[in-house]
């Protein structure tokens, strides 16, 4: 037991009456010293002549020694006292003999302090059972409080004026004050408590309850802040006036600061909410059973469900999920990487079926149960229409398989025609040809006419399909683009087209022009039909002018023109000028085929620019053509 | 037919067989001319099989092969003759209708040693038979083998 430890009940006042611990020879020692202090200040006094002082000495001394000796020594002081008594104030003095006159005196003396020691032992017996008594309400009490020691919760008790007066180990160990430090002290200037009302309510409660509970705020010895629930009950004294304060408390600071978190969680969570109720993706938890614990409002709108309905349902079922695997297979993996993407096919309140692209999360909640947020975007639409896509290239695939097939059918069409087409031609020519020189001598003028009219019809015809193949070759034939220095082609289709016309008066005037990426054979073969045109057209003018310019040169973008001076057109043919065998002379006036200028723009056409044309009958014309760099550019 | 000739006419139109050994005898070589109608039977005057087994052992100093050939085509021949150590070396001229520029690349790329076009008009034609015809029955130097100038 700890010495130091207060008493509840109030028992100092016994501490100073403990009697001395005697030996046996002290003890002894102390009733021979009594009687013989006595003795002597009897016969001291008795020599300054004053009377009967020994009696009440030698009384004393027996109860000093009869006290302090108990029995033993008591019966001594008696013994001792009545020998010396006899001895030196009795007559005979200095004879241990009584004289019988004495006898009464004698024996009351003997009597009186038989008396006196008696008292003494009994008085001695009785306090010493008291002391007794006392030791073992001492250990009681003891025991009781180390049993208040036992307890974690801090308890302490106070009187009405607040001052600690017991203060046990629970609260030793949590506010961190020994019971000495505190004693004595004002439990609320000490702990600087909090009160979450005020103290005057706070004790007009107690004082009719008897009791009060509430969480009190304090500081510790080491200056942190806790926050104790704390119950205090009332003591009265029998009289009924209230005397202490018991207070029991335990430490709440970390349930405090939880319920504080998860406060501030849940108001972030409210938040979190609100924010994901902002967005028009829609957002659902559900957690491991597969039941909505949450619905958004981009959910709401998705699928036709409030919250209300949506929330508790088990979400596969209620949407009636289509997945794009085995449902085993898609949990497996959100499981191993927490994420899982992919489409699926939901339907909404009203029964329609939607696609959405969705996004499943795996988190968990604070009881670490795993909870699944669910982002879907509805992706329907454009499902559809990436269906019809593919459809529509299906279709498109299909039709180039049929292109492919009929342009295979026209390659052979065409090539039949080269060589069997031009054959008969031939024969016919030739033998006309024979026939003439054979017959040359018998044959008449109008005879020669007709044969010559069969070569002419040949020749032409031979020139029809020469032409009209070099046509189909171009629709056919694969561009082969390279940079073409467009201004040194037109002087090569220049010289080409001089080399076949005759001698005539020309003035060419050919600008400065790009470079361009095409294809040059093919863009060759535009140009020489273009002058050729332009020569040809020009026939019947004195001084014919042909020019070849640019007149538009951008990055990716080029428009070049031949120009003459010639017979022209009229504006609303225009239309006619670029259709195939379509003419606008007669072939008297222009021979030609009528294929030039539908060559011209289908090789125009292949480098994804236009023709167009402008003239005035007996004014000229001028021919136009674009290029674009970005087909000729690959 | 004399089975010894200079020029193998690989042609199966009569017409124009006809007009291009009109074109030779101005030069007097038209009965150099030895005529198959299609491609197998230039293979088997080439080979000495069928009814040309008992021929001269020589080459013709050039072949005239037409394309559009019934059974063995002339690109097929071609392929054929370029293809035999014994062969390649005679020279040949494809003579077709076709401008095609397929047949053309086709037939450079198989070895072809001039590739020209019957031209409809029949001076044009007849100038270009006589021309091939001197060039390369008369004037080129044939490969060893050939038949020679009698």
């Known amino acids: 037991m700890n010495p130091s430890r207060i008493d509840a009940s109030e028992s100092v006042a016994y501490e100073s009456s403990r009697p001395l611990r005697l030996t046996h020879f002290q003890r002894y020692g102390l009733a021979v010293f009594s009687v013989s202090v006595a003795l002597a200040a009897a016969l001291f006094l008795q020599h300054f002549q004053f009377r009967d002082a020994a009696v009440p000495l030698l009384l004393f001394a027996c109860a000093i020694s009869s006290w302090y000796g108990k029995q033993g020594p008591a019966v001594l002081a008696v013994i001792l006292s009545l020998m010396g008594f006899s001895y030196l104030f009795v007559s005979p003095i200095y004879s241990l003999r009584v004289a019988p006159s004495e006898f009464p005196y004698f ?81 609320d200037e000490l702990m600087s408590t909090i009160y979450p009302k005020s103290l005057e309510e706070i004790r007009a409660e107690l004082l009719e309850t008897n009791k009060w509970e509430g969480e009190l705020t304090r500081t510790k010895a080491d200056g ?26 335990n ?24 924010l994901l109720d902002q967005t028009h993706d829609s ?144 024969h016919m020519a030739g033998f006309a040809e024979l026939l003439c020189k054979s017959a040359a001598a018998s044959l008449n003028e109008k005879s020669m006419h007709y044969v010559t009219m069969i070569l002419e019809a040949a020749n032409r015809m031979g020139s029809l399909i020469d032409d009209l193949l070099a046509f189909s070759r171009i629709g056919r034939a694969e561009a082969h683009n390279s940079l073409v220095r ?67 040169h951008k990055k990716d973008h080029v428009v070049l023109f031949v120009k003459d001076n010639g017979v022209g057109f009229d504006m609303k043919y225009s239309n006619k000028l670029f259709g195939v065998f379509q003419r606008l002379h007669a072939q008297e006036a222009f021979e030609g085929t009528g294929i030039g200028l539908a060559t011209v723009q289908r090789i125009v056409h292949r480098h994804g620019g236009h023709v167009w044309a402008e003239g005035i009958v007996d004014g000229g014309a001028t021919f136009y053509f674009s290029l674009n760099k970005s087909r000729g550019a690959n | 037919m004399e089975t010894l000739g200079r020029i193998l006419l690989v042609e199966d139109d009569q ?14 070589l038209a009965n150099e001319v030895v005529v198959a109608v299609d491609g197998e039977q230039a293979l088997d005057y080439l080979y000495y099989r069928g009814k040309f087994m008992r021929r001269a052992r020589e080459n013709p100093a050039v072949l005239l092969l037409d394309l559009k050939l019934p059974k063995v085509n002339g690109l097929e021949v071609l392929q054929q003759i370029k293809s035999d150590e014994n062969l390649k070396l005679i020279p040949v001229v494809v003579l077709t209708s076709s401008h095609e520029e397929k047949d053309m690349v086709a037939s450079y790329k198989l070895g072809v040693n001039a590739y020209v076009v019957k031209p409809v008009d029949f001076h044009e034609f007849v100038n270009a038979i006589k021309e091939l015809g001197v060039f390369w029955a008369v004037i080129n130097e044939p490969p060893p083998g050939s038949v020679r100038k009698r």
């Not at chain 1, 970390?254 to 609100?274: D, P, Y």
């Open chain 2, 15 to 28: 017409k124009d067989v006809e007009l291009t050994l009109e074109a030779l005898e101005e030069y007097n």
């Open chain 1, 486 to 552: 467009l201004e040194q082609l037109v002087q090569e289709a220049v010289s080409e087209v001089r080399q076949d016309g005759n001698e005539r008066k020309i003035a060419w005037k050919i600008d400065p022009l790009p470079e361009w990426y095409g294809d040059r054979s093919m863009l060759r073969l535009a140009l020489v039909n273009l002058i050729s045109n332009a020569v040809k057209f020009t026939r019947t003018q004195p001084q014919a002018e042909i020019e070849i310019g640019c007149t538009e």
């Open chain 1, 107 to 187: 024996v009351i003396f003997a009597a009186f302090t038989s008396l006196i020691s008696w008292f003494a032992t009994i008085r001695r017996r009785v306090d010493d059972d008291l002391r007794l008594i006392r030791d073992r309400l001492k250990v009681e009490v003891e025991e009781r409080s180390s049993l208040l020691d036992l307890t974690h919760d801090s308890i302490f008790v106070r009187d009405m004026s607040s001052n600690i007066t017991y203060w046990n180990r629970g609260a030793e160990e949590f506010y961190e004050w020994t019971p000495k430090e505190v004693t004595g002290k004002r439990s």
């Open chain 1, 251 to 274: 430490d709440i600071t970390v349930r405090k600061r939880r319920e504080k978190e998860i406060q501030t969680l849940n108001h972030e969570l409210a938040t979190q909410a609100r």
């Open chain 1, 283 to 426: 957002i659902f938890f559900r957690n491991v059973n597969g039941l909505i614990t949450y619905w958004n409002r981009g959910a709401q709108e998705l699928y036709g469900w409030s919250p209300e309905e949506a929330i508790g349902k088990r979400s596969h079922e209620f949407l009636r999920t289509i997945f794009p695997a085995a449902v085993e297979d898609i949990d497996r993996e959100l499981l191993r990487t927490s994420v899982w993407e992919g489409e699926l096919k939901h339907t909404k309140a009203d029964g329609t079926e939607v696609v959405v692209a969705s996004r499943w999360s795996l988190s968990r909640d604070d009881q670490g149960q795993p909870i699944v947020m669910e982002t879907s975007n509805d992706i329907t639409e454009r499902r559809n229409r990436e269906d019809e896509i593919r459809k529509l290239n299906q279709q498109l695939s299909n039709r180039a398989v049929e292109l492919d097939a009929s342009n295979k059918d026209l390659e052979a069409f065409a090539y039949s025609i080269s060589h069997d087409l031009r054959a008969p031609l031939r």
């Open chain 1, 224 to 249: 942190t802040q806790v926050i104790v629930a704390s119950r205090w009950s009332l003591r009265r004294n029998q009289q009924g006036h209230p005397v202490a304060i018991l207070e029991t408390s």
